[in-house]
């Protein structure tokens, strides 16, 4: 069992940053591979960002390839999620999942097996 816990959210001006943070506690951290999802109202869930179990590999969606950094601290058992030139599009709650592999990062929600509960982003424009 992993737990999950989100924080760093909150309201910006467009342009602006935030940094999530995501701290997991329960089995061993280094054994997941770890994702941002997030989901605006009326939308499906959708895949922002993901990392490998080493950190060896990420992957960011297209729309926010350049301005949002996935990273992770295996000693502090937290992966980050850095967030500039923020757009009101980005207004979501944001969501960190964990999937017990050591092979690749998933892109599809339903390959993760822990969530966390959520942190709200709102950017205003």
């Known amino acids: 069992q992993v737990q999950l816990v989100e924080s760093g959210g909150g309201l910006v001006q467009a342009g602006g940053s935030l940094r999530l943070s995501c701290a997991a506690s329960g089995r061993t951290f280094s054994s997941y591979a770890m994702a941002w999802f997030r989901q605006a109202p009326g939308k499906e869930r959708e895949f922002v960002a993901g990392i490998s179990w080493s950190g060896g590999n990420s992957y960011h969606a297209d729309s926010v390839k350049g301005r949002f950094t996935i990273s992770r601290d295996n000693a502090k058992n937290t992966v980050y999620l850095q967030m500039n030139s923020l757009k009101p599009e980005d207004t979501a709650v944001y969501y960190c999942?964990?999937?017990?592999?050591?092979?690749?990062?998933?892109?599809?929600?339903?390959?993760?097996?822990?969530w966390g509960q959520g942190t709200q982003v709102t950017v205003s424009s």
């Open positions: 999942a964990a999937e017990n592999t050591r092979y690749g990062v998933s892109w599809y929600r339903d390959t993760y097996e822990y």
